[in-house]
């Protein structure tokens, strides 16, 4: 078994113990959002922008778990398809699917081997999903040869300033560097079986023109005035995450030609 093979079969152990904790929870209340938000502090798309008009965009979402934000856009006009490597989270989803009357293809498969056709979707995107549980040297080239020429590449991920200040053990960010910068590209957290990606700025930059994209924006994410700590998530509280950026909101664009 390769390390990719490794990793991934962790994070699909780790995401179905998650899943039997908390996600059906989680989930419901997510495919009843109104609202497109992004992030732990759900900044609204509307004060952002970068998704843009969806109707009648082929999108595909990679690591899409419970397919929440699939499900976001698909009732605004979109034709998403989720693509996730837990057999749970797809469950999950499609429970969702049948309470909320919204339907959409649900694929079970890696993001580094996505088993759809090339240059099928106008917009790829991922929220914690891919982008985190999966090394961007593997899902960076296919979701360049899932999109077309010209298709957008938006994807929502930890800051890597955030990831500098967590400790180790159990808790939320502080106000000092826990570790080097050059240590976060692939992290695996004592007593957590899941593997994490936390490329630095100019890794990102770098794997991404690599496969034909050009980066458009980054949004450095904050928590809005008045949002509460998360209820499940530790990563940083609410009050760290209105004085530093807790997220990195990445768009890019594939080139029209190679």
């Known amino acids: 078994m390769t390390q990719a093979e490794e990793d991934a079969a962790a994070n699909r152990a780790a995401w179905t ?9 989680h989930a419901t209340r997510a495919w009843a959002a109104d609202e497109i938000t992004w ?3 759900n900044v609204p798309e509307s004060a952002l922008g970068v998704l843009g008009d969806v109707a009648g965009l082929d999108v595909v979402e990679l690591g899409c778990g419970t397919a929440y934000f699939s499900s976001w856009l698909a009732r605004r006009g979109a034709r998403p398809v989720g693509v996730d490597l837990t ?3 797809l469950a999950t989803a499609r429970r969702c699917q049948q309470q909320f009357g919204v339907s959409f293809p649900l694929v079970e498969a890696d993001a580094r081997d996505v088993p759809l056709p090339s240059a099928s979707f106008d917009l790829a995107f991922s929220e914690y999903g891919a982008c985190l549980w999966c090394d961007p040297e ?12 010209g298709g957008r590449l938006v ?18 960010a502080g106000e000092s560097l826990r570790r080097p ?8 957290w004592p007593g957590d079986d899941g593997v994490e990606f936390h490329p630095g700025h100019g890794e990102w930059i770098r794997v991404l023109t690599a496969n034909g994209f050009t980066v458009d924006a ?9 949002t509460p700590d998360h209820e499940y998530y530790d990563v940083a509280t609410a009050d760290w995450a209105r004085r530093w950026p ?3 909101l990445w768009v890019a664009t594939k080139a029209t030609t190679r």
Request: charged share 25%; glycine share 8%; proline share 9%.
């Open 17 to 25: 113990r998650t899943n039997a904790e908390y996600t059906d929870e």
């Open 39 to 41: 992030g732990l502090f």
């Open 87 to 89: 057999p749970a989270q």
């Open 138 to 149: 593997g899902w960076l080239p296919e979701a360049a040869r899932l999109l077309r020429p």
């Open 155 to 172: 994807f929502l991920t930890n800051s890597v300033l955030v990831m500098l200040c967590v400790p180790d053990e159990p808790g939320v």
């Open 181 to 188: 910068q050059g240590d976060l590209y692939r992290i695996r």
């Open 218 to 226: 980054l949004h450095e994410l904050y928590a809005p005035d008045g």
């Open 246 to 248: 807790v997220e990195d």
